[in-house]
């Protein structure tokens, strides 16, 4: 058997280790022959592929980014996409079937190839660890990571000048980084894309949290919005999938803060920071074990699955599971995180 892999959407820590479990289960345990795919769905659609062994992938659990290429290629565009050019172009090359990691998009896609007869594994990643059916998703961890070291460091300049520092994190439509790594550095305010703040608010907690001294640190996520704004700041476009890239809240926030408080603020924005390097031992773990499980999953031709974590235990779930509906904060865990701040 010929199987090809491919990574697709946004880049996250952990996909490397992914693709190494898949080839060292697939081609030690079961003797199935790796293929790359360059660059997600461009690669199926344009026939872009190299052999992928163990040679290929040794030393790469702990490199960030994807030895693969990743792009946000709808396959079933362009004058060669298409469930009927994507199987005439796997079986020009001899390839059974095809393994893609990444996020809400490209899962849909698979899906939908799936449902159109293509053998199709799939892996979720998320950085935002916004995925339904999967209790984390690989990349979240390192990220929480990245940005509470990088809130620490913003509290210890922020002390020494008594300032309020407002650090963005990202989290395009879910509050989950900034929810942990706020909890894990004490931020005095989260501000999450899920439960709508007003400027009054926010400043009410930042002067509490002054009044006792202490300089104030507000971490919100890109896609947070003031009580009253239709949607998230963006003032740099759109994406490839026309949507609007998002990024610069705390640049909108800061001013607000410093006039209504009197308290001088600076804005951080942590950005794509959080999206490279290594990942962490959690994320390589759990990306590797995703890894082992798809390439059982190709053994026991498990077509139009998907794998995922349920508690401790890798499990295989169709891919609705994880379609549709987002994984958001629920509002229990903002309350329980809420009761810190000021
Ligand atoms: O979906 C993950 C994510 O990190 C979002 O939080 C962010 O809005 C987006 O990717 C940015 O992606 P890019 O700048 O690579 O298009």
């Not at 659609?45 to 790469?60: A, I, N, S």
């Not at 490209?106 to 449902?115: P, Q």
């Not at 202490?214 to 998230?232: C, H, I, N, Q, Y």
């Not at 990024?247 to 308290?263: F, N, Q, S």
Request: aromatic share 6%; net charge negative; glycine share 14%.
């Amino acid at each position: 058997m010929k199987i090809g892999i491919l990574t697709s959407g946004g880049d996250c820590p952990g996909l490397n280790a992914v693709i190494r479990g898949i080839v060292l289960k697939a081609s030690i345990a079961y003797d199935i022959e790796l293929v790359g795919i360059r660059d997600g769905w461009r690669g199926v659609v344009d026939g872009d592929f190299f052999p992928l062994t163990r040679h290929e992938v040794k030393g790469l659990s702990k490199v960030g980014g994807t030895i693969l290429g990743t792009s946000r290629t709808n396959p079933y565009e362009g004058p060669r996409g298409g469930a009927e050019n994507i199987s005439k172009t796997l079986y020009g090359h001899h390839i059974d079937g095809i393994i893609a990691i990444g996020g809400e998009g490209t899962l849909a896609a698979a899906n939908r190839l799936a449902g159109d007869g293509i053998n199709v594994i799939g892996v979720p990643k998320t950085i935002d660890n916004d995925l339904r059916g999967t209790d984390y998703s690989f990349g979240f961890d390192t990220a929480v990571n990245i940005a509470s070291e990088a809130m620490d460091r913003l509290r210890t300049t922020g002390d020494s000048h008594q300032r309020c520092m407002v650090a963005e994190v990202m989290g395009r439509h879910v509050g989950w980084i900034a929810l942990h790594a706020g909890m894990a550095s004490g931020a005095h305010v989260i501000c999450i894309p899920e439960v709508p703040l007003s400027i009054d608010e926010i400043v009410s907690l930042v002067s509490k949290a002054h009044d006792r001294g202490r300089a104030p640190l507000v971490v919100v996520s890109e896609g947070f919005t003031l009580k009253g704004m239709d949607e998230a700041y963006s003032d740099k476009g759109l994406d490839a999938f026309n949507r609007p890239r998002l990024g610069g809240i705390a640049e909108v926030l800061a001013p607000e803060i410093e006039k209504l408080t009197g308290i001088e603020t600076r804005a951080t924005v942590l950005g794509h920071i959080q999206r490279g390097g290594s990942p962490s031992a959690f994320d390589r773990v759990l990306a590797t074990r995703l890894g082992l499980a798809a390439a059982d999953a190709v053994h026991d031709q498990a077509w139009g699955k998907m794998v995922a974590l349920h508690n401790t235990d890798i499990v295989r779930i169709p891919f609705e599971d994880a379609l549709g509906e987002l994984n958001s904060v629920p509002q229990y865990r903002y309350d329980e995180a809420a009761v810190l701040f000021g």
